[in-house]
């Protein structure tokens, strides 16, 4: 009744592309900004993109021009498409959903993470 799943990760060439998913499935919710965060091994979680429920998107300066944020409203998925990925791209992608119950609380959900590798 409440999940956030990623899915797309894999192992790709440095150069390559990957399309991530995030479908969220939360019962009475209004969601409002969904974004991307990534983790590499002794790393903090860092901020990778977000965008709003208006299709306002924000990236990373470290992935501007390389990775594009959208998402379908209506179906509550998320997507993040990296071209020219670099080996410091490789991570634990996760997704996160912000928004509102009907009763207007506001509450966040993360998803479990999808692995993103880029070699050499």
């Known amino acids: 009744q409440e999940q956030v799943v990623e899915s797309g990760g894999g192992l790709v060439q440095a150069g390559g592309s990957l399309r991530l998913s995030c479908v969220a499935s939360?019962?009475?919710?209004?969601?409002?900004?969904m974004g991307w965060y990534r983790q590499a091994p002794g790393k903090q979680r860092d901020l990778v993109a977000f965008?709003?429920?208006?299709?306002?998107?924000t990236y990373a300066g470290s992935v501007k021009g390389r990775f594009t944020i959208f998402r379908e409203n209506a179906k509550n998925t998320m997507f993040l498409q990296m071209d020219s990925l670099k080996p410091e791209d490789s991570a634990v992608y996760y997704c996160?959903?912000?928004?509102?119950?009907?009763?207007?609380?506001?509450?966040?959900?993360w998803g479990q993470g999808t692995q993103v590798i880029v070699s050499s």
């Open positions: 939360i019962n009475n919710f209004r969601i409002t900004d």
């Open positions: 965008i709003t429920d208006t299709g306002s998107a």
């Open positions: 996160k959903v912000n928004g509102f119950r009907l009763w207007s609380t506001s509450d966040t959900y």
